[in-house]
């Protein structure tokens, strides 16, 4: 079994920074994707970064130059740095990766997190 735990979520006023941790743990023979989502009330869940390969990263255009995504891989770990927060990043962030348990086999399973809140407010 793997396990997905996040933490680093609270309350921060507008233009304020906080920095998420999601730390993998369980039968973990290698670590491909990890990535993180959030989902604001109403609207769908939607991906937020993404490191690939360890060091390939992506962000959604509403994050870019904001949020920063990087991995520690000797401790199964992803972070998420969010500086310059608005009321608009105000959502639950979910961990979600590609993990293969097993060296013996070609199956990649994908996990999630149970989610952090992140409210930005005054």
């Known amino acids: 079994q793997v396990q997905l735990v996040e933490s680093g979520g609270g309350l921060v006023q507008p233009g304020g920074s906080l920095r998420l941790s999601c730390t993998a743990s369980g039968s973990i023979f290698a670590i491909y994707n990890m990535r993180w989502y959030r989902q604001a009330p109403g609207k769908q869940r939607e991906l937020v970064a993404i490191?690939?390969?360890?060091?390939?990263?992506r962000y959604a255009d509403s994050v870019k130059g904001r949020f920063t995504i990087s991995n520690d891989n000797t401790e199964n770990t992803v972070y998420l740095q969010m500086n310059s927060l608005k009321p608009e990043d105000t959502a639950v962030y979910y961990c979600?990766?590609?993990?293969?348990?097993?060296?013996?086999?070609?199956?990649?399973?994908?996990?999630w997190g149970q989610g952090t809140q992140v409210t930005v407010s005054s």
């Open positions: 490191i690939a390969s360890g060091h390939i990263t």
């Open positions: 979600n990766a590609d993990i293969k348990s097993d060296r013996n086999t070609f199956v990649v399973n994908e996990y």
